[in-house]
């Protein structure tokens, strides 16, 4: 059973940053892919981040220059870390990975972008 423990969330003035982390168990194949996803109110639910074994990382435009994800292999651990936070940055953060052909979901962690 894939099991989360995310990290890092909280509340941060426009311009801030942040460093989301996600530490994953009971991974037992291959991961084709890692990374985070994000959901505003009244918004859909979408990649920002992820890290793809076959090709890489790959950014959403919203987020490309501001934010940064990694992978530490021998933690079992994604990170995100998030500078120049902007207001419509806010959302709950979720980190996911795939593993053959099947989505996995953290619980999520907020982040509030606020003066």
């Known amino acids: 059973q894939v099991q989360f423990v995310e990290s890092g969330g909280g509340l941060v003035q426009p311009g801030g940053s942040l460093r989301l982390s996600c530490t994953t168990s009971g991974v037992i194949y291959s991961i084709y892919a890692v990374g985070w996803s994000r959901q505003a109110p009244g918004k859909q639910r979408e990649v920002v981040a992820s890290?793809?074994?076959?090709?890489?990382?790959n950014y959403a435009d919203s987020v490309k220059g501001r934010f940064t994800i990694s992978r530490d292999n021998a933690k079992s651990t994604v990170y995100l870390q998030m500078n120049s936070l902007k207001p419509e940055d806010t959302a709950t953060y979720y980190c996911?990975?795939?593993?053959?052909?099947?989505?996995?979901w953290g619980q999520g962690t907020q982040v509030t972008v606020s003066s």
């Open positions: 996911f990975l795939i593993q053959r052909g099947t989505n996995y």
């Open positions: 890290i793809i074994s076959s090709s890489g990382t």
